[in-house]
């Protein structure tokens, strides 16, 4: 089972800029594609961005543009570049391996929160 351990996040005003890390465990990270989620209070966890194991990236709608996602194999650690920021970014961030239908494979971290607010 790989351990993931997102960090990174905090408060930063409208326009501003956060990167966070996911550390995970295990040998198999530079073989698998991961992702980035976030869940708002009331809302359902969504997949806002995700990367191939060879760097290739995809993002929802609502983030191009201003977040990039990012991968060290070496270190066993993805990365989220955020920009430019907007109070609808505000949520709990985590990083997981997407699978069809929507699930994950593994066990959720304890994510890292985000809150976007003058």
């Known amino acids: 089972q790989v351990r993931l351990v997102e960090s990174g996040g905090g408060l930063v005003q409208p326009g501003g800029s956060l990167r966070l890390s996911c550390a995970a465990s295990g040998s198999i990270f530079r073989m698998i594609s991961m992702g980035w989620y976030r869940q708002a209070p009331g809302n359902q966890r969504e997949l806002v961005a995700s990367i191939t194991p060879d760097g290739m990236t995809d993002y929802t709608e609502s983030v191009k543009g201003r977040f990039s996602i990012s991968r060290d194999n070496a270190k066993k650690t993805l990365y989220l570049q955020m920009n430019s920021l907007k109070p609808e970014d505000t949520a709990v961030y985590y990083c997981?391996?997407?699978?069809?239908?929507?699930?994950?494979?593994?066990?959720w971290g304890q994510g890292t929160q985000v809150t976007v607010s003058v």
């Open positions: 997981n391996k997407p699978l069809t239908g929507g699930r994950v494979s593994y066990s």
